[in-house]
């Protein structure tokens, strides 16, 4: 399989409605959406860190197995930084800073053994930045793009340019009802397909998520989890479960993708467990295919 991720690397800083606080951990959609997909066969990984990215970031992700030859280091730059706070719910969240630093600068080159690259996920980072990377990929199969509310709000021209180019979108439900206008997420799904992609992954967090495809509507309820420590990551880890699985299966028809939410689900239920890439660090594959067979027993009704 040949999957390629970009998105922010980033160093976070988290509080929970408990009181606890991670300070400064290592966070960034696609740290998160890579550490998921490396379940399911190989990741490349394009994106950029300041001079102040701790080393030991560096070796903790080493764990996964991520391919990191796009990764750079760049001299004057700072890292990507947020500091977020959830309420009561565990689902809202509110920024409390974003300091945008390397990510609101250039990719770094796309290295030349990444260009065959047949499954590519724009996870959330400035949309130039993922525009900037889909014009690489010739080979392109499937492509699949996250965004959020600063994007949204301040850049929509480049934002509506991207959905053009896109197969599919994977968005939270306000995200979708700011995008769109439109509070009910399968009437804005469907404005959304109008806009472009083919396809639309609406995330409700512990509700679930809803696919709407031309060949049907998937609606997956969230895996009942009784242990949620910080939700930061879910999103871009259950997009790394389901991209991982589809490129895996190299098959991107509806039930393959309805498939593949149900490994993104799984794969985002474990990441909530722990502060940043903590429970994600002692994941078997065992356990998430345990969890799998658990939860797909479930929705047989
Ligand atoms: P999620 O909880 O799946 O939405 O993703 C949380 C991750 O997104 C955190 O690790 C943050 O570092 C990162 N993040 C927060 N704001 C932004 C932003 N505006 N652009 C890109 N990544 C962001």
Redesign the pocket.
């Known amino acids: 399989m040949s999957l390629i991720v970009t998105?922010?690397i980033?160093i976070?800083t988290i509080e929970t409605p408990d009181g606890q606080k991670a300070d400064s951990v290592l966070?960034?959609?696609s740290i998160?959406f890579a550490a998921a997909a490396s379940y399911f066969g190989d990741v490349r990984l394009v994106g950029a860190v300041g001079e102040d990215f701790p080393e030991a970031f560096v070796g903790d992700f080493k764990h996964f197995d991520v391919d990191t030859t796009g990764l750079e280091v760049r001299k004057g730059s700072k890292t990507?930084r947020?500091h977020?706070k959830y309420l009561e719910n565990m689902n809202d969240r509110e920024?409390i800073s974003?300091d945008l630093n390397v990510?609101a600068e250039d990719l770094p080159p796309v290295p030349d053994g990444y260009k065959d690259s047949q499954y590519i996920f724009l996870a959330?980072?400035h949309p130039a930045g993922q525009m900037a990377l889909l014009e690489n990929f010739p080979n392109r199969k499937l492509v699949v793009a996250d965004t959020?509310d600063?994007?949204i709000n301040t850049e929509k021209a480049v934002l509506t340019d991207l959905l053009r180019q896109i197969d599919g979108l994977v968005l939270n439900d306000s995200e979708a009802e700011l995008l769109t206008g439109e509070s009910n997420v399968i009437v804005a799904a469907d404005k959304i397909v109008a806009m472009g992609p083919k396809f639309v992954v609406v995330k409700k967090g512990a509700h679930g998520a809803i696919l709407r495809h031309d060949d049907g509507v998937c609606a997956l309820p969230a895996y009942p989890a009784r242990k949620v420590i910080d939700?930061?990551?879910?999103?871009?880890s259950f997009a790394g479960g389901m991209m991982g699985y589809l490129a895996s299966a190299d098959d991107i028809s509806y039930a393959t993708l309805c498939k593949a939410m149900a490994y993104g689900t799984v794969v985002a239920s474990f990441n909530i467990e722990d502060f940043s890439l903590g429970r994600l660090k002692t994941l078997e594959k065992a356990e998430l295919d345990q969890r799998y067979a658990e939860f797909t027993a479930m929705l047989n009704v």
């Open positions: 998105g922010s980033g976070d966070g960034g959609s998160y990507f947020w977020g920024t974003v990510l959330n980072t959020m600063l994007w939700p930061t990551g879910a999103g871009d």
